[in-house]
């Protein structure tokens, strides 16, 4: 659970960056991005301190995850705000799914990890609820968009779960 958890705050941290790095600070989004950005990052250190103390090796697909994370986050900041909320909208809803399911099979096994991840989940429901708000379904052919970034989040689970 954390190689996977750790994999896929390290890949939004990516996401993020690409958004910015294409939006600058010129458009209201970038204000929002930001801060989840930060919030990410702070998810992505609580999992390499807990990943430390329990021995566990990150993914190896870390490297692959860095420049498909930016790719992502630049080519839907390329396409406009609207897109790269979209993008947050679609990838939060499937963390929030995953991060239930590891809830579910967790039980009261381990309260550490239990607390942590119930925290982030809240947090990453907030930023999925910010995007909609930020009118991520208004971006271009969001079905198609959200579908595919949402299928590519699952694939990215599964890939880092045993690589």
Known sequence: MLRVDQAGEYGATRIYAGQLAVMGARHPEARDIA?????EERHRLRFDAMMTERRVRPTALAPLWNVAGFALGAATALIGPKAAMACTAAIETEIERHYGAQLDRLGENDPELGDTIREFRAEEIEHRDTALA??????PVY?????????????????????
Request: with cysteine; net charge positive.
């Open 35 to 39: 801060r989840m950005a930060q919030q």
């Open 134 to 139: 930020a009118g991520a379904e208004q971006a």
């Open 143 to 163: 079905p198609l968009l959200s579908a595919a970034i949402r299928l590519g989040c699952r694939v990215a689970i599964g890939l880092s779960e045993r690589i």
